[in-house]
């Protein structure tokens, strides 16, 4: 088959390819039998490491998906009478095609959060003072980090969160997908922006992050990972031939791979937000904290920026994009967009 050469792609870190290293991970790992269903030497290497990740106490366990692992992560911590509360941009309220409120039977109650990011009095706040016949009770918080909009949670702003949540009774949950890209960005280690910070069940990203078809959720409670091996099962996120998934965080978690990954990532979107935000009629709407960058352009210009490179229309009626950068996208990529998304903002004032 002959390769076709792409667009470079800002449109989402899905888009990206898998790491090489994962790559070469899988194919050693295609070499010979093993015990299936989790038995194998490499699953237990995996799971090794992620315990030294989080401490020895973490429980981890892998999936196939991301929506996968934020519905067996919060159905572990919910009953169908209770309610979700997360932020009002939280993928799994957006974009999940009602998945968790339909495998779960519990609401979704949104807190407004215009930079993504929900905090401990909006959580104290949707929190009723008294049990009523007519309003779902809240039994989780779920959290997400980093953002959809790109930006982070700081340890204390988690901490915060999870104490009131855990004072009336209700787990903490994290949508960990880009949690690379937040403990990158901050300088910290995956534990202390997530279960060091209360987190009671993480869902662990890979494949944003390098990884294909690999997730992972991490169980800080025992009461909530009992029986979990089952219920993944009867969910259908459990592989016969789990190694395939396993070595993906072998790999990631192996020399820091996960790190470099994540810090190249979000270099290229503070190089991408930086050059955008120079040029006249284009405005940068989000801090840039992670890997993922929002930006106001003229409307005109989107048809023909988006045969420049791959990209998502985040809000049409304001022309906003979401550019997300990853571990392939290169300086060229961010210089050649960035000089064309000038020459047509410039051709657009100019017409005006």
């Not at 009478?81 to 993928?91: G, K, P, V």
């Not at 095609?97 to 109650?109: D, K, Q, Y």
């Amino acid at each position: 088959m002959q390769e076709t050469k792409s667009l470079p792609n800002f449109a989402s870190d899905n888009w990206a390819p898998a790491h090489p290293d994962v790559m070469d991970a899988v194919v050693r790992a295609n070499n010979g039998p093993v015990p299936a269903y989790g038995g194998d030497p490499y699953t237990q290497e995996a799971e090794a490491l992620i315990k030294r990740e989080f401490g020895a106490t973490a429980q981890p366990f892998f999936v196939f998906t991301g929506t996968g692992a934020n519905v067996l992560s919060i159905e572990s911590c919910i009953r169908p009478y209770e309610a979700i509360l997360c932020s009002d941009t939280a993928h799994i309220y957006t974009s999940e095609w009602g998945a968790v409120e339909r495998m779960t039977g519990s609401r979704i109650l949104p807190i407004h959060a215009p930079d993504g990011k929900i905090t401990a009095d909006g959580v104290a706040a949707a929190i009723p003072h008294q049990d009523g016949h007519a309003g779902a009770r809240p039994g989780v918080v779920s959290l997400t980090q980093a953002t959809e909009y790109g930006t982070i949670y700081k340890p204390e702003e988690v901490s915060a969160i999870a104490h009131v949540a855990h004072e009336h009774g209700m787990y903490v949950h994290m949508d960990g997908a880009r949690i690379a890209n937040a403990a990158a960005s901050l300088d910290l280690s995956l534990r202390d922006v997530s279960t060091g910070c209360g987190v009671d069940v993480l869902s662990f990203g890979g494949t944003k992050n390098g990884a294909f078809c690999a997730e992972a959720i991490v169980f800080m409670n025992d009461h909530l990972a009992r029986d979990f091996t089952l219920r993944r099962k009867q969910a259908m996120q459990m592989a016969s031939k789990l190694r395939y998934m396993s070595v993906q965080f072998t790999a990631l978690l192996t020399n820091d791979l996960w790190l470099r990954n994540a810090r190249h990532a979000n270099a290229m979107a503070r190089r991408l937000s930086d050059g955008l935000a120079s040029i006249p009629g284009i405005t940068v709407t989000q801090k840039v904290e992670a890997n993922e960058v929002f930006v106001i352009v003229p409307e005109r210009v989107i048809a023909p920026l988006s045969q420049a490179a791959s990209l998502h229309v985040w809000n049409e009626a304001t022309s906003e994009l979401r550019l997300v950068c990853s571990f392939q996208t290169s300086e060229d990529h961010v210089d050649g967009f960035v000089a064309r998304a000038a020459s047509l903002a410039r051709d657009a004032g100019h017409s005006r």
